[in-house]
């Protein structure tokens, strides 16, 4: 293992210097992949040097997501304690369903449940999970509320309409977790969103009481904190009431943004979170904590448990339920994601964690005063949003996005909303600074001026 380490730390070393020179990995086409590495499992294994040779331009060609190039997803940057924290878990190799096989790092869950569920609002006796991802945690609170509605449905299966609701711009995960958990897509009613993407309550009432007249059973609402393309925050408070009067479970999917509980000066804008059922927030988004660190809490803990135990006798054979946590995830082997997360927090406290939260909205604003301040773009995005959303000189989002990535000049993805189409940057990774925000855009602006808007002239 130690030569394994030490190979490890070269290929990490060369990775850190490649991020440097070579920001925007080279783009090599789908079609040429194989021929470009070698990729191909053969009977005879590749000799050490080989194989390291081999690593290393699978390395040089795999896409930089930590690099200052890179805007293109919900997540990016790496943070060097959350790094190190995730590392160990590799090296520990635990997994998470008992105390007996996973010891002191089932505490460690523990705790980042118990402060999640403080700075939610939520009472003491909550608890939660961490579940492999935010699409995920949103399916544990969609059964939560399922098996909470309808006491006979896990051991009878689904026998009426039971109707949720989201709104149209929430994440796809809650439409096709409906198709998994049996709801049925048909079954999900979108809610209209105001001209900011934020869910409008009066059309939530509306829809609620159309299906309760048809007879049907309403029981889910989820509220956005961050929607996936605008980065827009649903009014929890106008919506718990709505949940409250009509008997529904209230679930906050934060995945992209509410991690804006750190934030004294931020986590208005997830007011009224007291007040919902579950609340699920990935640190592997605005936290940056490597792949993935998804976690859902819940008020009502019996239901976790009523939802996701199951009696194992070869499992759970020692210690108190409590710290068997294998009785309340999806999973049964789980890997261990709340070293990271706790490692992160452990370092740099719980302001430190606002710090880096701060930071993000900090730098979109820096990019959205740019914007402003440049009559060639248009700014569709709003404030007291970490996605930036703008296009240039009217040239096609979809072409200058992926021209952007083909030539290795920056990764940044695009969105649509209401028919309009535009560049989607993303200051989500939390070591980036104001130059890199001009950057971006210098980049952006020579590629455009020297590369696109020359081709279709010519
Ligand atoms: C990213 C995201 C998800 C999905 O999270 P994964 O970890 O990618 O499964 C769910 N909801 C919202 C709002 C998101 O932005």
Request: proline share 2%; net charge negative; charged share 25%.
């Amino acid at each position: 293992m130690q030569k394994d380490l030490n190979i490890f730390i070269e290929l990490a070393e060369q990775l850190l210097l490649e991020e440097q020179k070579q920001p925007v990995a080279k783009h090599i086409p789908t079609s040429k992949l194989y021929n470009s590495l070698d990729l191909s499992l053969n009977d005879e294994g590749q000799v050490e040097d080989a194989l390291i040779e081999n690593l290393k331009g699978i390395i040089k060609s795999t896409p930089k997501t930590a690099s200052k190039s890179f805007f293109n997803q919900l997540f990016g940057g790496r943070i060097g304690k959350a790094t190190l924290g995730d590392l160990l878990a590799v090296m520990l190799n635990n997994s998470m369903y008992t105390y007996k096989v996973a010891g002191p790092q089932v505490g460690i869950e523990k705790q980042v449940l118990k402060n999640i569920c403080k700075l939610a609002g939520y009472p003491t006796k909550s608890d939660g999970t961490f579940a492999p991802g935010g699409s995920m945690s949103n399916m544990m609170a969609l059964i939560m509320a399922r098996d909470a509605k309808n006491k006979d449905v896990r051991a009878k299966g689904l026998s009426e309409k039971m109707i949720l609701y989201t709104s149209a711009e929430s994440h796809y995960s809650i439409a096709k977790n409906a198709a998994l958990t049996g709801i049925g897509r048909e079954q999900v009613r979108l809610v209209n969103t105001n001209e900011k993407g934020e869910m409008l309550a009066c059309h939530l009432e509306a829809l609620v009481k159309e299906d309760l007249n048809n007879n049907y059973l309403p029981f889910f609402v989820n509220a956005t904190a961050g929607t996936t393309v605008l980065g827009a925050f649903d009014d929890i408070e106008a919506i718990s009431k709505i949940c409250k009067s009509n008997n529904l479970w209230l679930h906050v999917d934060g995945a992209y943004c509410g991690s804006v509980i750190f934030s004294n000066t931020y986590k208005h804008l997830v007011k009224g979170l007291e007040h919902s059922d579950s609340f699920s927030v990935n640190a592997h988004k605005m936290l940056g904590t490597p792949l993935s660190c998804s976690i859902i809490v819940t008020k009502h803990p019996e239901q976790l448990h009523h939802s996701f135990s199951n009696e194992a006798d070869y499992l759970y054979q020692t210690d108190d339920d409590d710290f068997n946590l294998g009785k309340t995830s999806l999973q049964c082997g789980r890997r261990n994601d709340a070293l990271k997360i706790w490692t992160l927090w452990k370092s740099v406290g719980t302001n430190g964690l606002e710090k880096i939260v701060d930071k993000q909205f900090e730098m979109a604003q820096v990019a959205r005063d740019y914007i402003k301040n440049n009559k060639d773009y248009k700014l569709y995005s709003f404030d007291d949003s970490i996605s930036v959303c703008f296009n240039y000189k009217d040239i096609d989002p979809k072409e200058l996005c992926t021209a952007l990535y083909e030539d290795a000049q920056l990764m940044v993805g695009f969105g649509s909303y209401k028919n309009e189409q535009f560049v989607r940057m993303v200051t989500i990774n939390s070591v980036l600074e104001k130059e890199d925000i001009s950057a971006f855009f210098k980049t952006l602006e020579a590629y455009v001026d020297e590369k696109m808007l020359k081709i279709s002239t010519t």
